[in-house]
């Protein structure tokens, strides 16, 4: 078994990307670099995607703990579209469910040459912990860590407010749902606070008020009206019911939609360019009207777009580490 060894920082000493576990510690300069990188593998619809042979040789291995529609579908394309060898883990039937320890099944593939885990787990720590004990020549990338961070998903929007807005200097996002348990918001937070000098406005219902402190120089409110008036970016939430152990204290859904909801009413608070969106999965009339989802400034479908292209910049990032 290999011990934790000193290589389990994000970036290396020469400051490349040897692990992405949360945006934090990453620099403006650096996160312009991955996100003019995603770009560079967009093409227009209808046109072959961009394919690069940079992963060839190299293997990717996907360990989702936890459900994923976009994450996981998009790092496995941009995986093979980067020339990889991938493995999707069913962990369903895999042998952690005969007891296996977490740490036993990675060096268990390590020991099958594996460069790469994409990691999603309902623990905080997982990303990191694996990253501490795996060998120095191996990559780990967060694709969804409990309540504390989801990179990519942060890059990706941040890619998506820079495509509609020009900027990522000056704006003011809204994001509106279940701040309380939102690995989104924190990661999308943490990347505006870095690129420039933005208004965040938070906005929960009672009960699910996010710890401020994670937060560093947002706002919070539960005043839905207020939060939305003048903005240039809204972004709705689901509510993660999967993470509230006390479910009797929640709103309808009927009544969500009415006192939190994203509605045609509400986003008409907003700038008139004010782009929607939602990193999914969407609960369609509960935290966003199906005519928002669907609407004129919906950017919703543009943030999966580049959720593949984010994502192949990140594995190619971490393979130049090496
Ligand atoms: N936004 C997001 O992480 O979606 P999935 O859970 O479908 O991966």
Redesign the pocket.
Known sequence: MSTPNKFSAQLTEDGKLRHLLRLEGLSREFITHLLDRAESYQRPAGDTPARDTILQGHTVANLFFE??????ASFELAAKRLSADVLNLDVNMSSRIKGESLLDTIYTLQAMQVDIFVVRDASAGIPDFISSNVQSQVSVLNA?ESDVA?PT?GLLDLLTIRQNKQTLDGLTVTIIGDIAHSR?ARSVSRGLTIMGDNEIRLVAPQGLTPDMGNYPGAQFTHDINAAIEGADVVMALRIQRERIKEKSSLMTNHEYLQYFGLTEERIALAKPDAIIMH???MNRDVEIAGAVADGPQSVITQQVRNGLAIRMAVLAAVMESR
């Open positions: 459900p994923s529609t976009r994450t996981r969804g989801h998903q989104v990193p999914g999965p």
